[in-house]
T-cell receptor, first 113, second 111 residues
Framework: DAGITQSPRHKVTETGTPVTLRCHQT?????MYWYRQDPGHGLRLIHY???????DKGEVSDGYSVSRSKTEDFLLTLESATSSQTSVYFC????????????FGPGTRLTVL | SQKIEQNSEALNIQEGKTATLTCNYT??????LQWYRQDPGRGPVFLLL?????KEKRKERLKVTFDTTLKQSLFHITASQPADSATYLC??????????FGTGTQLKVEL
């Protein structure tokens, strides 16, 4: 398996609280992605990074921010969590963008009460 | 609008048969199309990538076709086994370094 971990793996939080999810890779891949997966919607891209300090929005970026200060770490922050952000969040990495396969982390299950 | 469609109904087949899954898309001109497998509670795992100038790609018991005229990809698993039971996702490049995923089709291989 590609060296990619996510933390925490599970989190329950309350509406209005800030939440940060961490993705860590040991593969030195340039691209990192955050997705959310919900029944009926499949995987949807939230934000992605194409290098240190270089990020761009995905399909469902509202309410989320990201940061990448090191190659190996990509953080996803929910500034003020809402119940609609209850989901499973996956991080993925890729060596060469969309022309290469993506390797996914194990996922973080987030519940916002 | 851009759309990727995979059959949302589960596909049930008998062991040893060939499973065929479909991915249709509209308003895309993808340079690449990828297929992933996802097991419950796990992240997707890459299976195959096919380029727009390739008609067919094979890997062991897997075969993918890509018809840019029909805007369709077919994913075949020959001699299917219960261990092939999973959800299969197709993904397209919509431009840039991003993939857009379909919602997936669940495959169940029965003894």
């Amino acid at each position: 398996d590609a060296g990619i971990t996510q933390s925490p793996r599970h989190k329950v939080t309350e509406t209005g609280t800030p939440v940060t999810l961490r993705c860590h890779q040991t593969e030195n891949h340039r691209y990192m992605y955050w997705y959310r997966q919900d029944p009926g919607h499949g995987l949807r891209l939230i934000h992605y990074s194409y290098g240190v300090k270089d990020t761009d929005k995905g399909e469902v970026s509202d309410g989320y921010s990201v940061s990448r200060s090191k190659t190996e770490d990509f953080l996803l922050t929910l500034e003020s969590a809402t119940s609609s952000q209850t989901s499973v969040y996956f991080c993925a990495i890729s060596d060469a963008g969309s022309e290469n396969e993506q390797f996914f982390g194990p996922g973080t299950r987030l519940t916002v009460l | 609008s851009q759309k990727i469609e995979q059959n949302s109904e589960a596909l049930n087949i008998q062991e040893g048969k060939t499973a065929t899954l479909t991915c249709n898309y509209t308003n895309y001109s993808p340079a690449y199309l990828q297929w992933y497998r996802q097991d419950p509670g796990r992240g997707p795992v890459f299976l195959l990538l096919i380029r727009e100038n390739e008609k067919e790609k094979r890997k062991e018991r897997l075969k993918v076709t890509f018809d840019t005229t029909l805007k369709q990809s077919l994913f075949h698993i020959t001699a299917s086994q219960p261990a092939d039971s999973a959800t299969y996702l197709c993904a397209l490049t919509g431009g840039g370094n991003k993939l857009t995923f379909g919602t997936g089709t669940q495959l169940k291989v029965e003894l």
